[in-house]
C-alpha cells in the first residue's frame, strides 16, 4: 500500500523536517562520541528549566484527586484558563481582551493549523517574509493553501512594499514571526504600523481583507531594550498564536493558544471556526492539566538575560572562528553565512561541520539558501567548549577562499 502521494512530495522537500533531522542526527553522535563531545545547535529545545512557579505549580496540580480533573472540558479549553490568557494578551497588547477571543491550543504549532484550516479555502494563500520557520510551508499545503515567501530587507526587517505587491485577491493571510526564527530580528512599530496600512489599503481595494496572523512564542525572549510591537492596536483583522514552550522551557508539554484581536468584525465567527477546527483536526482540546497550570502561573518570570549570555558567548566563538551572522535582536539562534567558496550550498557546510561533531541546521529549509541556523539554547558548558571545534573546522575548511 502506497502513502499519500502529496504527503511523500511534502517528505522529500528542502523544508522536510531538516531541523529533526539534525537534531536525531546528533542523538546518535552523542551515543558514539559521548554527551559533553557533540556541539548540537540544531533545535531550539530550552536548556533552561521552567520557573519555579511552574514547576511548583505542576508538583500541587499533579497530587490533586478531584473527580474528573483530568476528564474533557470545552473544545476551546477550561473557561479559567481562556480568562487567564485574555489578560496575558490584554498587557501585551495594549486593550482589553476577554475569553471569549481565546482558543486554548495544542502549542503553537497546533494553534497555526487550526487557525489555517479555519480561514483558508483551497488555493489561497499565505504572505511569509523569508527567512521564516520551516514547518509554515506545510501548516499552509495542509489545507491545500500556498505560501508566498516575500524577501526581506538586508538587515531582516519587513520589506511593505514588497509584500504590498505579492498581496492578491486570494490572500488568506500575512503571517509574521517576531522575534523571528532564524534570524532573531525584532518588527519595529514603525513596520507593523506601515504592514496594517498596507492591509487596510489591499482590503478596501479587493474586499477581503488579509488576517495578519503574529506567531510569537518568542516574544518574551529580546535583548538590548527591543519590545516587540503590538499588533492589535494596529490593525483589527490580527490574530495572535502563541505558546509556554520558549519563555517557560515547556515545549514537550504542548500548551499554547490563539486569541482574535476583540475588534476584528467576524471575531466571533473565526473564534467559533477555530473552536470547530480543534475538534475535528482532533486535537480536541489542549492538555487539561497544563491549561491548569498556564492559568495559575502565566506572568511568572523566566531569566531570559541567561540567553543573552549565550547569545554572546558564541557570537564571540563565531568572530574567532570567522563566521559572518546576523545580529539577533531576540529568539534564541544565530542566522550564520556560510563562508567564502562552500558557494552558497549551506547542506554541504552543515555536513562539513558535522566532521567536527557542531550540528546545525541548513538555510535552505528556512527560505534562506546560503545560510545556516545555530540554536544557542543549548548548555553554557557546551557553547563554551564548542569555540576549539568551531575554530578548528574553519582553519581547516578546505574550500575557504
Known amino acids: ?79 479559567f484558563a481562556r480568562e487567564a490568557m485574555a489578560e496575558k494578551t490584554s498587557a501585551e497588547q495594549g486593550v482589553e481582551v476577554h475569553g471569549d477571543c481565546v482558543v486554548m491550543s ?54 511593505v512594499d514588497a509584500i504590498s505587491e505579492a498581496l492578491k485577491e486570494n490572500t488568506a493571510a500575512v503571517l509574521i514571526n517576531s522575534p523571528n526564527n532564524p534570524t532573531g530580528k525584532v518588527y519595529s512599530d514603525d513596520d507593523i504600523r506601515a504592514l496594517s496600512r498596507v492591509l487596510e489599503a489591499h482590503g478596501k481595494k479587493t474586499g477581503r481583507y488579509p488576517f495578519l496572523i503574529c506567531d510569537e512564542p518568542y516574544r518574551a525572549i529580546v535583548y538590548d531594550g527591543k519590545k516587540v510591537a503590538a499588533t492589535f492596536p494596529e490593525y483589527v483583522n490580527s490574530v495572535v498564536v502563541t505558546s509556554f514552550a520558549k519563555n517557560f522551557s515547556l515545549p514537550g508539554e504542548r500548551i499554547g493558544y490563539i486569541c482574535v484581536n476583540p475588534a476584528c468584525p467576524e471575531k466571533d465567527d473565526l473564534v467559533s471556526a477555530c473552536i470547530f477546527t480543534t475538534r475535528v483536526l482532533g486535537y480536541v482540546n489542549a492538555p487539561a492539566l497544563m491549561q491548569r497550570v498556564v492559568a495559575k502561573t502565566w506572568n511568572a518570570e523566566a531569566d531570559m538575560g541567561l540567553y543573552e549570555k549565550r547569545r554572546n558567548e558564541l557570537v564571540s566563538i563565531l568572530d574567532e572562528a570567522g563566521i ?78
Open 1 to 79: 500500500m502506497s502513502i499519500s502521494s502529496k504527503i511523500k512530495e511534502s517528505m522529500t522537500s528542502k523544508s522536510a523536517g531538516v531541523i529533526r533531522k539534525m537534531f536525531e542526527e546528533g542523538l546518535k553522535l552523542k551515543s558514539i562520541h559521548g554527551q559533553d563531545n557533540v556541539f548540537d545547535f540544531s533545535i531550539g529545545n530550552p536548556d533552561l528549566d521552567p520557573p519555579k512557579e511552574v514547576l511548583d505549580a505542576i508538583e500541587e496540580l499533579g497530587k490533586c484527586r478531584d473527580k474528573n480533573f483530568h476528564g474533557y472540558m470545552p473544545n476551546a479549553g477550561y473557561p
Open 106 to 159: 495544542v502549542g503553537a504549532a497546533g494553534a497555526l493549523n487550526a487557525l489555517m484550516k479555519a480561514i483558508l479555502n483551497p488555493g489561497d494563500e499565505v504572505v511569509v517574509p523569508s527567512p521564516f520557520f520551516t514547518e509554515y510551508t506545510h501548516y499552509v499545503n495542509n489545507y491545500g493553501g500556498k505560501l508566498v515567501e516575500v524577501a526581506t530587507k538586508d538587515d531582516f526587517s519587513l520589506d
Open 324 to 401: 559572518k551572522h546576523a545580529d539577533p535582536e531576540g529568539a534564541f539562534y544565530l542566522w550564520c553565512k556560510v563562508p567564502d567558496g562552500f558557494d552558497g550550498d549551506d547542506m554541504d557546510f552543515c555536513e562539513y561541520l558535522k566532521k567536527y561533531l557542531i550540528l546545525g541546521a541548513p538555510g535552505s529549509g528556512f527560505g534562506g539558501k546560503g545560510w545556516f541556523r545555530l540554536a544557542y539554547c543549548a548548555s553554557e558548558r557546551s557553547i563554551i567548549n564548542s569555540r576549539a571545534a568551531f575554530v578548528k573546522a574553519m582553519k581547516e575548511c578546505p574550500l575557504k577562499g
